[in-house]
C-alpha cells in the first residue's frame, strides 16, 4: 500500500531536535523487544523522550523506558543507532527529531508505573517488532542492532 504524500513545514528549525530512546528487549525462545503505544494514536513505538539535566543520554533513555512501560534493566551507555521522525506538536508545528536509541537489556517490569493507565505495552518477536512500528526507519534499526547483537 503507497503511503499518502503529504506536504510538512517545520517550524523555523533547521536541525534537527534530539530525542533519546530505549530499545528494550529481552531473550526467550527468540530474541523480543518490547514497544509501547503513543499517547495520541495508539501506534506502536519505543520508550523515547527528550533529555534531560543532569542524566546522561543513556540514563535518560532508561527513565523513559521506566516511566511509559515499568521497565528495569541494564542501559547501554552506547547508541545502537539512530532514526528520525516527524513530531507533530498540538499547535500544529512539526519538528524534525533525531532519535538516539540506547538498548536496554530488560531483568524486570514493575507493576506499577507513572504512565501505565496511559499506554499499552506488548513484547514482540524482533521481525515482528520491526514490522508493527510505524518508522521505516526505526524498523531497519531494530533488524540491524539485531544483527549485529547476534554476532557477539
Known sequence: MAAKAQ?????GHQEPRLQ?????????KTLEVM?????????WVIPK??????FDDHEAA????????G???EISQSAAGQFHYF???????VWLCRVDVYPLQVKEQRRNWPEKAQRKTKWFPLEQ????????????????????????
Do not use: C, H
Open 7 to 11: 506536504t510538512i513545514t517545520i517550524e
Open 20 to 28: 533519546i530512546a530505549a530499545l528494550p528487549y529481552r531473550r526467550r
Open 35 to 43: 514497544l509501547v503505544s503513543t499517547l495520541d494514536s495508539g501506534r
Open 49 to 54: 523522550g527528550w533529555p534531560m539535566k543532569g
Open 62 to 69: 532508561a527513565r523513559e523506558a521506566f516511566e511509559e512501560a
Open 71 to 73: 521497565l528495569v534493566g
Open 87 to 93: 513530531k507533530r506538536k498540538k499547535n500544529g508545528a
Open 129 to 152: 517488532a520491526a514490522m508493527a512500528v510505524s518508522d521505516t526507519e526505526l524498523g531497519t534499526l531494530l533488524l540491524n542492532w539485531a544483527g549485529t547483537l547476534q554476532k557477539r
